[in-house]
């Protein structure tokens, strides 16, 4: 798949992937609109969706059939020219981190560690996580807000100082997490 992107010169953000030893689905968010007949090439089966995305299945490449042998969950991954890909993976710890890197080395494929971050869980509750993320998604905690939190608030179906309320008690479980 990277191989068929980088030949077109076509960037995307591989949002979505369903991985397994012998094919992949991938759906990606294309950095431009592509034309139909620039996928003639494409191996395998695909639909151009609206708003540049484009889900395809093919042949898993090397990377692929790498995770699908290990306990490794595919968070995001980037196709950038010209670095190539940049994956965020989750992995159960560093013995399983040592194998990956090993077997996708063995795999003949250039491997380069950007960061690595045990995993956190915050203990957040699914009210809470639905609000982190609305806030996120809306602009509320963007610098220049435009989002008000009784907009939040309207968008969750609950009342402003509840959203309020949440929001603290989120942030505070994060930061005693982080800090303590």
Request: overall charge positive.
């Amino acid at each position: 798949m990277v191989g068929l992107l980088c030949s077109k010169k076509i960037e995307a953000e591989f949002k979505k992937i369903r991985i397994s030893e012998s094919q992949s689905t991938h759906l990606l968010k294309l950095s431009r609109p592509i034309r139909k007949d620039e996928l003639s090439s494409f191996p395998g089966s695909y639909m151009l969706l609206p708003n540049n995305y484009l889900w395809i299945t093919t042949a898993s490449c090397s990377a692929c059939r790498v995770y699908s042998q290990l306990p490794v969950i595919v968070d995001s991954v980037f196709y950038v020219e010209p670095l190539g890909i940049i994956s965020k993976i989750v992995i159960p710890g560093r013995l399983f981190q040592k194998k990956l890197i090993e077997n996708l080395k063995n795999a003949g494929l250039d491997v380069e560690v950007l960061s690595v971050r045990d995993f956190e869980d915050y203990e957040l509750t699914q009210k809470q996580k639905e609000l982190l993320t609305t806030l996120l998604k809306s602009g509320y905690l963007d610098s220049k807000r435009e989002t008000k939190m009784k907009d939040i608030a309207f968008l969750l179906g609950l009342n402003p100082s509840t959203v309020s309320r949440m929001y603290r008690s989120a942030v505070k479980r994060i930061l005693i997490r982080t800090f303590d």
